[in-house]
């Protein structure tokens, strides 16, 4: 059974930093990517970033380019992702995500819950 789950959330001020982190487990394939999305009231999921199974190849939406870094830790079995320089656009609900992958909701089988992120101006 696969299962992810998001923490990391909170509340910061315009130009500080969050780190999200989602714990993975129950994988059915090593060729799973895993995701961020997220949601802001009224919008679309938007793809945030995705890294590969093994670490070695991710991809990041254009709107964080440059101000959010995704990373895995194997040890843990964790995938995280780092970002600066908020802005209060940023401010939705983050999901974790594992699935075939891809930039759409679509390519992803399976989801956390969800960890709200705000950022004030």
């Known amino acids: 059974q696969v299962q992810l789950v998001e923490s990391g959330g909170g509340l910061v001020q315009a130009g500080g930093s969050l780190r999200l982190s989602c714990a993975v487990s129950g994988l059915p394939s090593r060729t799973y990517v895993i995701g961020w999305f997220r949601q802001a009231p009224g919008k679309e999921r938007e793809f945030v970033a995705s890294?590969?199974?093994?670490?070695?190849?991710?991809n990041y939406g254009d709107s964080v380019k440059g101000r959010f870094a995704i990373s895995r830790d194997v040890a843990e079995n964790t995938v995280s992702v780092q970002m600066n320089s908020l802005e209060p656009t940023d401010t939705a609900i983050y999901f974790c995500a594992a699935g075939p992958g891809g930039t759409r909701p679509t390519g992803y089988k399976h989801w956390g819950q969800g960890t709200q992120v705000t950022v004030s101006s």
């Open positions: 890294i590969s199974y093994n670490g070695r190849f991710f």
